[in-house]
């Protein structure tokens, strides 16, 4: 769950809604200066956040703030289950999609270790992707440090990322962000992507990495009237019969 901060309440997005999102600001990609992701990649973008769809359906409070726990606030094991089933969904017909995937949870799982090395279920999820993509991409991988990937897939995973982070700019309205490491091609160059809006809606990024001059996009949402709620059961109760679906919608152009 995505909490679009309001006034005077949030408006809540899905995570594979953003997920979704994240698929079609990719379709734009590529111009001559940017190489454009190819179909399995844009399969592994569309589909990273898959495995939300369950949560999401029956949403809980974040028991501090009383806030809807949003995706930064998940327990460890229930982070860890909700990562496995977005990179085993759709392994039978897409595995290089899910090794993608995998790749991408594996890097956020890291950052879990690194703030507390004792996570044990958070260690055991990094020893299942590195084994699950070994296997997949056929190739003896001891940790998930990108140097040690082929430049391929160091480069298609970085895609999977960079969506991931214009769709989040634009899902909670940040006004501004820097991406670095984006990549020109497959033989690692790279440059760094300003992005950034004055109202939230409507964006420039420099340098320009799409193919149209200007690109819209759009997202569903429900609105809440409130900050705060006492249960799951209330928010639940609230978004079944209170809430209002709202259109977001968006746009990308040159600076």
């Not at 592994?44 to 806030?67: F, M, Q, T």
């Not at 897409?94 to 279920?121: D, M, T, V």
């Not at 809606?201 to 996009?217: E, K, Q, R, T």
């Not at 705060?228 to 928010?235: M, Q, V, W």
Request: one cysteine or more; glycine letters at 6%.
């Amino acid at each position: 769950m995505i909490r679009r901060d309001e006034r005077d309440g949030w408006i809540l997005i899905n995570q594979h809604d953003h997920a979704e999102l994240s698929g079609e600001i990719m379709k734009y990609w590529g111009n001559k200066d940017f190489a454009r992701p190819d179909s399995e990649v844009l399969f592994a973008i569309g589909e990273h956040d898959n495995g939300w769809k369950e949560w999401d359906s029956c949403p809980k409070v974040n028991p501090v703030s009383l806030y809807p726990m949003n995706f930064l606030e998940m327990s460890p094991s229930d982070q860890s289950e909700i990562w496995r089933r977005c990179f085993r969904r759709h392994l039978t017909d897409h595995p290089y999609a899910s090794a993608l995937i995998a790749l991408h949870f594996g890097k956020l799982n890291e950052k879990s270790l690194n703030k507390n090395s004792s996570n044990g279920i958070a260690r055991a999820l990094q020893s299942e992707i590195t084994d699950f993509v070994s296997g997949i991409l056929k190739i003896n991988i001891s940790d998930l440090n990108l140097n040690s990937l082929p430049m391929d897939v160091q480069v298609n995973l970085r895609f999977v990322q960079i969506a991931d982070i214009i769709s989040l700019t634009l899902c909670h309205g940040w006004p501004s962000i820097g991406i670095e490491d984006v990549p020109l091609g497959y033989d690692g160059s790279s440059t760094a992507l300003n992005l950034k809006s004055n109202d939230g809606s409507n964006y420039v990024i420099s340098p320009y990495p799409f193919s149209h001059p200007l690109i819209g996009l759009q997202i569903e949402g429900r609105r809440l009237g409130q900050k705060r709620f006492s249960s799951d059961a209330e928010l639940r109760e609230m978004l079944k019969k209170e809430s209002q679906r709202e259109m977001l919608r968006f746009s990308i152009r040159k600076e």
